[in-house]
């Protein structure tokens, strides 16, 4: 199994450009979460989807900050415009909904200039 | 709110220095108590679930433990390839939109010297 693929590893932006990030979940998963980790505030759940859909969307910081999910093997985190505050490394994980493993992704490591 | 807090922050062993980490948490009901490992530059990777107060789990020279209030994760004769940040985190036995959710604590940063 590739487990979560995520794209592009590292991204480094200038302020106020769109940011793109990129989630392939485990085969057969069908729940999706986004978490963001840094120093100051550690791991961070930010939204999470079941068969499609966002459940929870309450840790999204705010409005400029965007998730989707078209279909079971696809997700995307869209930050417009990005602030330097953005900065931070951002994971994705998958798990069968009612299971209590989930499984991360690599991460990408955004640094917004 | 649920709470995960981790102790220490930082711990420096030798190799074969057997010690326990924290993982201190308040929840509103616990569905399950997770501990992770993460390596620089990677994604946490999954050790263990504990469910309920005095069960533990073992894996090579890892030991998890649980009660209402705390988990420990016992580290016996570690190796320097032990070397890694040590994640908690909580899974609160609630429905709706918490279903789900993972709270984590700030991680204890093991460091294991030759």
């Known amino acids: 199994d590739a487990g979560v693929i995520q794209s592009p590893r590292h991204e480094v932006t200038e302020m106020g450009q769109e940011v793109t990030l990129r989630c392939k979940p485990i085969?057969?998963?069908?729940?999706l979460f986004w978490y963001r980790q840094t120093m100051m505030r550690g791991l961070e759940l930010l939204i999470y989807?079941?068969?499609?859909?966002?459940?929870?969307d309450s840790g999204m910081p705010e409005d400029r900050f965007s998730a989707k999910m078209p279909n079971a093997s696809f997700s995307t985190l869209k930050i417009q415009p990005s602030e330097p505050r953005d900065s931070a490394v951002y994971f994705c994980?998958?798990?069968?909904?009612?299971?209590?493993?989930?499984?991360f992704g690599p991460g990408t490591r955004l640094t917004v200039l | 709110e649920d709470q995960v807090t981790q102790s220490p922050e930082a711990l420096r062993l030798q190799e074969g220095e057997s010690s326990s980490l924290n993982c201190s948490y308040t929840?509103?009901?616990?569905?399950?108590l997770f501990w992770y490992r993460q390596d620089p530059g990677k994604g946490p990777e999954f050790l263990f679930t504990?469910?309920?107060a005095g069960e533990e789990k073992e894996k090579e020279r890892l030991k998890a433990t649980l009660t209402k209030k705390e988990s420990f994760l016992h580290i016996t004769a570690p190796k320097p390839e032990d070397s890694a940040t040590y994640l908690c985190?909580?899974?609160?036995?609630?429905?709706?939109?918490?279903?789900?959710?993972?709270?984590f604590g700030q991680g204890t940063i093991l460091t294991v010297h030759p």
């Open positions: 994980a998958s798990s069968f909904w009612g299971a209590d493993t989930q499984y």
């Open positions: 085969s057969g998963h069908n729940s």
């Open positions: 989807f079941n068969n499609n859909v966002p459940i929870d």
């Open positions: 929840v509103s009901g616990l569905r399950g």
């Open positions: 504990l469910y309920s």
């Open positions: 985190a909580v899974q609160a036995n609630a429905g709706g939109t918490s279903y789900g959710k993972l709270t």
